[in-house]
Every structure is written in C-alpha cells, then in structure tokens.
C-alpha cells in the first residue's frame, strides 16, 4: 500500500519570506511523487514532478521540491513567498512498482500568504 | 485549448436518482480518473483507467461506476445516489508510460444529494 502524509492543515507565512509545505510519503517501490496547487473554486494544478535524477526538482511559478529518500520526504520550497501564492497544495505519491496504476493524495495544506 | 471538461458543475438531487456526471479530454491521454474531495480527507481515488474498456477501483469505489467505451470520455456514474456521496467531484487525465504522469484536472462538480 502507498501512503502519502501532510502533517501541517495550514501553514502562515509573512510576504517576501521563504516557504515549506511538508510531505512525506510510504510506497513499496521507488516513488513518483506529485504537487498540486488548487485556488478558490478551481480545479487542481500541477506545480512539479519528482520521477528520477536530481533531488531538487524545480516547477511552476517558483516552487521548487528536495526529494530525500532516507527520510521519505518531498517538501515543496519557494525562497521569497508571494500573497498570490495563497492556496491549498496537495502532494500526491504512486509506487512506480509493476502494474501499480494507483495515485494517493494527501490531505492538502493551506498556505496563507500574509501582506 | 488542452483541457478537461466535466459537466454538470452543480448538481443537486435527491436519494436514489440515478445520475451521471460527463468528463472529456482532448489530449489523447491514456489515463483518466475520478476523485473526490471532502473537507479534511483531501482527494481520494474512485475509479481509474488506462485505456478503453480498462477500469479499475480506486479506494472508495462504493456506490459509483464507470466506463470507458471511448479514449476521450469517461462517465461517472450514481445508480442509487446518497448523502454520504455529497461531495466535490474531479476528473483527471493523464499520459501514461509505466505509470500516470502529471494529471489535468477538469472544474470540479459540485454534488449534493438530499
């Protein structure tokens, strides 16, 4: 079974401040591992992708994510935050395991950008 | 435009009438999917497919059923709707090469059964 945990509900940071939003994951195999970010009354986005390679995985907007295997970890990371950034982000995990089609997200974090 | 569409984006109805939400895409992706999203439970997986004919449960497939008679389409369907199905739906697609990759989501539909 896959798993994907975000241990924060919501997370406040000041304007112009870096950023983290937490996420740590269980799979059996090796891991593709997924953020989304969905604005008031909008569908989800895709923001970055960690599949193989390089640890730091750099996607939209400024968002960039650290995989580390050793501690199960793919937190996303933006250096100077913006009010526009205000969101909820959701991280999602599939087991890149043979014949595994299954995609677990996790519960979602809300990112409150204060001015 | 590359996009996911999902129709009707509100619905409300009442226990037991059968229904069904739509979903398109039209990027020729082999992957599509349904969630939902309830408050505090994030999304959770309902149905999946791969390609035509190809379905499979996800992790709260109860009460739902789907079909993929088409690459492009891919139905929602409540035979005997109930409150506990209240909830927010999505449609995803996606390519897929030994595994889904990135997934566009449609609008969402919002679904209330009385």
């Known amino acids: 079974a896959q798993s994907v945990a975000q241990p924060e509900d919501q997370v406040n940071v000041a304007e112009g401040n870096p950023l983290t939003v937490k996420c740590t994951y269980s799979?059996?195999?090796?891991?593709?591992l997924f953020w989304y970010v969905q604005y008031p009354n909008r569908g989800l986005q895709f923001l970055l992708k960690?599949?193989?390679?390089?640890?730091l995985v750099k996607g939209s907007y400024g968002f960039e994510a650290e995989f580390n295997k050793s501690q199960t970890s793919f937190h996303l990371k933006k250096p100077s935050a913006l009010v526009s950034d205000s969101a909820l982000y959701f991280c999602?995990?599939?087991?890149?395991?043979?014949?595994?089609?299954?995609?677990?997200f996790g519960t979602g974090t809300k990112l409150q950008v204060i001015p | 435009e590359a996009q996911v569409t999902q129709n009707p984006r509100y619905l409300i109805t009442v226990t037991g009438k059968k229904l069904t939400v739509t979903c398109s895409q039209n990027?020729?992706?082999?992957?599509m999917s349904w969630y939902r999203q309830d408050p505090g439970l994030g999304l959770r997986q309902i149905y999946y497919?791969?390609?035509?004919?190809v379905t499979d449960k996800g992790d709260v497939p109860e009460g739902y059923k789907v079909s993929r008679k088409e690459k492009r389409n891919f139905p929602l369907i409540l035979e005997s709707p109930s409150p506990n199905q209240t909830s927010l739906y999505f449609c995803?697609?996606?390519?897929w090469g030994q595994g889904p990759y990135e997934q566009y989501f449609g609008p969402g539909t919002r679904l209330t059964v009385t």
């Open positions: 995803a697609s996606s390519l």
């Open positions: 799979v059996s195999g090796n891991p593709y």
């Open positions: 960690y599949i193989t390679g390089d640890n």
């Open positions: 999602a995990v599939r087991d890149s395991s043979g014949g595994y089609q299954k995609v677990t």
């Open positions: 990027m020729n992706h082999e992957y």
């Open positions: 497919s791969m390609n035509v004919e």
